[in-house]
């Protein structure tokens, strides 16, 4: 099982979406407690 | 079962070593029973015809359901074999619901079955064989669809099936490594770390909702453990094509997918109201309470992962009816077509509603006016009459087997609510408990919930196509 730079690229694109997303819900939680 | 076997034999526990020997002699005498059986058909190469597809599918998850609840059954932790069965589907459907006793002391072989199962299970058994076993692949695209997965990566099944195999490793060896450094970090032994870490990101990735523990969640103590596992659970909840997309150097599909802003908005809507509801009450004071306890919760919900950081007694208790109406409501919607979640998912919600904005659209303009509507999922595609209806449907199927759970639930004696909440879990393939869903359950709801659980995996047609192949073979010895 090979794996290419794009691949590798991609798979650390999602990564960062998802901390993003985890970062918006977040940010959403401490808003509304505030 | 090799895997559980060589695990039992390296650590000595010689127990379910023998009961994992015994199943692997049962299923290959079967195997070996059944290609006897069909040797005359595949020595004419028969055509493989639709429907064979859709039966052979389904008879397969349940063949594979009794084979496997073996271990279960010789391990002693299950009442009966239909809790064995009822943990197995489980399993296979990643839905991630427990009538294994005593789960704190269960070998560590029997974990690595159980984590296994829900790990094979949310990437699809048809799907294996497809990569790793069948040499042939004439007529495989039928059974591969018969799993409810309908999406071609690449123009042959078997390298679609390679794809989803070859992602879903790469994860698997990510995830592992980041639960079990983060494992050692609070306390654990490397060797506990590791299983631990294993058999999280198993269930994890496959939104499955099983863990070691009774505890689930709450064992860890951790907020870093739950933010790797919301990370990987929502990974495991989208679509292969969008993981497939964004890994091509199609990054841009990420934010332009119909599905991801499904469920995005889905998801922050149904988290927003529950941290409204549970701010109101008072229950959790701060920020990061807040977020751990209930935003948590809601994202395993919709991601349809069932990972829980509070007990079943709270969500009956602590939630409140409204809290329960969010959760449900999460629950049924669930993660994304052609990943490893259940509920109806997020690109027939989208569908759906932009057909519903669209017929608003087409009362509103002129007769003579013929307009398209399109939306985006991996390419542009026209929102057609037949897709509508054939999403419509779906879900019209899914909220039908959540109403007769529910009834099912509540003429046994549970609260309305209860019911609910524990009949979502079960047909989105969640695996949440309000505390439904114990040995000493009603035998009718045990195998309701396992009917319910096979029926929402496998998005009803194929099992539906089984239903009709009895019938019409009991009518054929009825005529004759």
Redesign the interface.
């Known amino acids: 099982m090979q794996i290419k730079k794009n691949e590798v690229k991609g798979l650390l694109v999602e990564l960062l979406a998802v901390v993003a997303y985890i970062g918006v819900f977040f940010m959403m939680t401490l808003a509304l407690m505030m | 079962m090799l895997i559980p076997l060589a695990t039992s034999l390296l650590l000595g526990e010689w127990n379910p070593f023998f009961d994992f020997l015994i199943t692997l002699a049962i299923s290959t005498t079967l195997g070996l029973s059944l290609l006897l059986i069909g040797r005359e058909t595949r020595e004419n190469k028969s055509y493989v015809q639709w429907k064979h597809g859709l039966v052979v599918a389904s008879l397969s998850w349940v063949i594979l359901m009794v084979l496997c609840a073996i271990p279960y059954a010789l391990s002693g932790h299950v009442y009966s074999f239909l809790d064995a069965c009822f943990d197995v589907m489980s399993g296979f459907t990643t839905t991630g619901l427990v009538l294994t006793q005593d789960l704190d002391h269960l070998s560590l072989g029997l974990n690595m079955w159980r984590h296994m199962l829900t790990f094979i299970g949310g990437q699809g058994m048809i799907v294996l064989a497809l990569t790793f076993l069948l040499k042939e692949t004439a007529g495989a695209y039928i059974f591969y669809v018969g799993e409810g997965k309908d999406i071609n990566l690449v123009p042959n099944v078997k390298g679609t099936a390679r794809i989803i195999w070859?992602i879903s490793?790469?994860y698997l060896l990510?995830g592992t490594i980041a639960l079990w450094i983060n494992g050692m970090l609070i306390g654990l032994s490397p060797l506990s770390a590791f299983f631990n870490g294993l058999f999280i990101f198993e269930s994890a990735w496959s939104t499955g909702g099983f863990a070691p523990y009774t505890q689930n969640m709450m064992f860890y103590h951790s907020f870093s453990y739950e933010?790797i596992t919301?990370?990987f659970f929502?990974?495991g909840s989208?679509n292969f094509g969008l993981?497939y997309a964004?890994?091509?150097?199609n990054?841009k599909e990420?934010l332009k997918n119909v599905e991801t802003q499904s469920f995005?908005i889905t998801?922050?809507i149904t988290?927003?109201l529950a941290?409204?509801a549970l701010?109101k009450s008072g229950i959790y004071t701060?920020?990061v309470s807040?977020?751990r306890r209930?935003?948590y919760n809601v994202?395993s919900a919709h991601t349809t992962t069932g990972f829980n950081n509070v007990y079943a007694i709270q969500f009956a208790k602590e939630w409140g009816d409204f809290g329960i109406l969010i959760m449900v409501v999460a629950m049924l919607i669930g993660g994304s077509a052609c990943s490893t979640a259940g509920g109806f998912k997020g690109l027939r919600v989208a569908i759906v509603f932009k057909a519903f904005i669209a017929d608003i659209k087409r009362l509103l303009s002129s007769e003579r006016n013929v307009k398209l509507f399109r939306f985006h999922h991996i390419k542009d595609q026209i929102l057609t009459d037949g897709l509508v209806k054939a999403s419509a449907l779906i879900i019209i199927c899914y909220m039908v087997t959540f109403t007769i759970g529910t009834a099912l639930g509540a003429y046994y004696g549970y609260p309305l609510s209860n019911a609910a909440f524990e009949m979502a879990s079960v047909t989105g393939n969640v695996g949440l408990s309000i505390g439904i869903t114990t040995p000493f359950m009603p035998v009718a709801l045990k195998v309701y919930y396992i009917i319910a659980m096979y029926l929402g995996r496998l998005e009803f047609i194929s099992v539906f196509a089984l239903i009709g192949f009895i019938i019409g073979g009991v009518k054929k010895i009825w005529i004759k």
């Open positions: 070859k490793l790469i990510i933010i919301i990370v929502i990974l989208l993981h964004a890994w091509s150097g990054k990420i995005f998801t922050f988290s927003a941290v409204i701010a701060d920020a807040m977020f209930v935003v994202l």
